[in-house]
């Protein structure tokens, strides 16, 4: 027998737990049945020998012309019967899970987009009636306020004897009077009125301190500039001042004209009655309705058809072609060769003599 058949039998007699070789034999060629004590391993192994003997002795009973050897056939043994179907094999254990991989790097910040155009301001609207008084609020948990409401009038409750308001820039006060008891204390040191120049002061000119001329027409220009009309009275009115205690005519809240005035300057006024009807509507009307029912009468400021609302306006004492004219009071004036002086000025002390200003107490 070759060395490597002989190999193979020992490891086939291993597996199937036989050392013997003649007890393997009878198993490949199934004169001897497997043992019970052989698992169903070694007896599919058994089975499958004993067929691959019943093969190989059909081969051999071919002849070269391709036909069967009947006397051979007749004198051979018989045909075993198929072995049983060996068993499933074991399902093979499922592989690890893989290893998750690392979080990636947060991507950069892209840059900013540019800053879009700024939107067309609107059309203000015009100022409404007056609404109904609200309801009293609740009392605060730290006392009582110093002020209440009292038809339409906020009133003090308690006497206050010092107040101060602090504002850096402009405290203003939307009222048409301001009423005291007793005196306006400033440090400003003349009483002004606003005057437009006669050219206008385009070019934004600093003329601080100078002495001004009343032109025909009711405007102001200097003593060096050209009459604005014939045979115009050179009469000295006041100042150009910067530090002033009360400025009239600055109109700083709205255009002059906004509203229809009288010729004394008067705001004409318009009366409406505003009520609610059956369905629950507000109605505001000129005409007055029936007796039976509540309204309120409300009266509002006649616009002029003339203004504009979507003009912005700009307080005449920050525009260039009017100017503060000191009318009474004390202040610095800048005297040229050719000014002329009120009589009922008084020449005070020299502030600066190579510029000639000095103070002048204007009465």
Request: charged content about 25%; some cysteine.
């Amino acid at each position: 027998m070759d060395v490597n058949v002989d190999k193979f039998a020992a490891a086939i007699g291993q597996i199937m737990g036989v050392n013997d070789p003649s007890e393997l034999a009878g198993l490949f060629t199934g004169q001897q049945p497997p043992s019970s004590d052989m698992n169903d391993v070694q007896k599919t192994i058994a089975s499958v020998c004993r067929l691959m003997s019943i093969i190989f002795k059909a081969s051999k009973n071919v002849g070269s012309d391709g036909n069967v050897d009947v006397e051979n056939n007749n004198s051979g043994g018989f045909q075993g019967q198929q072995g049983p179907q060996g068993p499933q094999g074991r399902q093979g254990t499922p592989g690890r899970q893989g290893v998750q991989g690392e979080k990636g790097v947060q991507g950069e910040q892209g840059p900013q987009g540019d800053e879009g155009p700024q939107g067309i301001q609107g059309i203000q609207g015009e100022q409404g009636p007056r609404g109904f008084p609200g309801a009293d609020g609740l009392r605060g948990n730290d006392g009582e306020s110093f002020f209440k409401l009292e038809d339409g009038i906020v009133k003090n409750i308690h006497n206050i004897s010092d107040m101060e308001i602090t504002s850096f820039n402009n405290l203003s006060f939307n009222s048409n009077n301001i009423v005291t008891n007793g005196t306006q204390i400033c440090n400003g040191n003349c009483e002004s009125h606003m005057f437009e120049w006669a050219d206008g002061n385009k070019s934004n000119e600093n003329r601080d301190g100078r002495i001004v001329y009343l032109t025909n027409d009711g405007k102001i220009r200097l003593i060096e500039q050209e009459d604005s009309g014939v045979g115009e009275k050179l009469q000295p009115i006041g100042v150009v001042s910067v530090n002033n205690g009360v400025v009239y005519n600055s109109h700083p809240m709205y255009w002059n004209n906004k509203y229809v005035c009288d010729d004394y300057g008067n705001i004409k006024t318009k009366t409406t009655y505003r009520y609610t009807n059956k369905k629950g509507i507000v109605i505001q009307s000129v005409r007055r309705p029936s007796k039976n029912t509540k309204y309120e009468i409300v009266v509002t400021k006649e616009l002029n058809p003339e203004f504009n609302s979507e003009m912005d306006y700009e307080n005449r004492y920050d525009r260039p072609e009017w100017s503060s004219i000191a009318l009474r009071g004390n202040v610095p004036v800048k005297i040229l060769a050719s000014d002329e002086l009120d009589d009922r000025w008084i020449l005070t002390n020299m502030l600066n003599e190579t510029e000639n200003i000095r103070n002048v107490f204007i009465r």
